[in-house]
């Protein structure tokens, strides 16, 4: 495992409400992800990072931010949550290159009300 | 624009049968790479098989094969001998260098049920 933890793993909020989400990975990979997983959707890719302070937006960008101060951390924002952004979301890592498989953490169940 | 597509929502297989999983993609990348990863109902994700596109041979991890047409497109996952526990969504995904390095997309999925 890759040693990833995804913070917190439940939260219900209110709509209009901001939302910070934590990945914390401990195997220094250079790469990190968040992904919106919904039926009929599959993994939708939020925002990436390819490191400290680099990051670029994914195809489902629009009401969320990211930012990376550290090689171990990549924070997912909600700036005003809306309830089209109820979903579980999934960090995910991996050392870089082609080969490289992405290891994923656990999940964060996320709803707005 | 790279894309992901798995055509198949929901299969049926029997025990001890073999299945494949369509996986069809696009992109203008002459390197990427592609991936299966299986999501059990426990939902956390498993990487299951790797091929890369300049591979001349098709990938194989245990009873999980690639089946990789690069004309085509397509990197068809196939199970051997399908077992309970094989019953998931599964889900295909791609690599290529996007504007900051290597990002990777997947495809909406198909659940397999594995009939006894």
């Known amino acids: 495992d890759a040693g990833i933890t995804q913070s917190p793993r439940h939260k219900v909020t209110e709509t209009g409400t901001p939302v910070t989400l934590r990945c914390h990975q401990t195997e220094n990979h250079r790469y990190m992800y968040w992904y919106r997983q919904d039926p009929g959707h599959g993994l939708r890719l939020i925002h990436y990072?390819?490191?400290?302070?680099?990051?670029d937006k994914g195809e489902v960008s629009d009401g969320y931010s990211v930012s990376r101060s550290k090689t171990e951390d990549f924070l997912l924002t909600l700036e005003s949550a809306t309830s089209s952004q109820t979903s579980v979301y999934f960090c995910a890592t991996t050392g870089g290159g082609p080969g490289n498989e992405q290891f994923f953490g656990p999940g964060t169940r996320l709803t707005v009300l | 624009a790279q894309k992901i597509t798995q055509t198949q929502p929901g299969m049926f297989v029997q025990e001890k049968e073999a299945v494949t999983l369509d996986c069809t993609y696009d992109t203008s990348d002459q390197s990427y790479g592609l991936f299966w990863y299986k999501q059990p109902s426990s939902g956390e994700m498993i990487f299951l098989i790797y091929?890369?596109?300049?591979?001349?041979q098709n990938a194989t991890e245990g009873r999980y094969s690639l089946n990789f047409q690069k004309a085509r497109k397509s990197a068809n996952l196939v199970i051997s001998a399908s077992q309970l526990g094989d019953s998931a969504m599964y889900f295909c995904a791609m690599r290529e260098v996007g504007t900051g390095g290597f990002k990777t997309i997947f495809g909406a999925g198909t659940r397999l049920f594995v009939k006894a």
């Open positions: 990072s390819y490191g400290v302070k680099d990051t």
């Open positions: 091929q890369g596109s300049y591979d001349e």
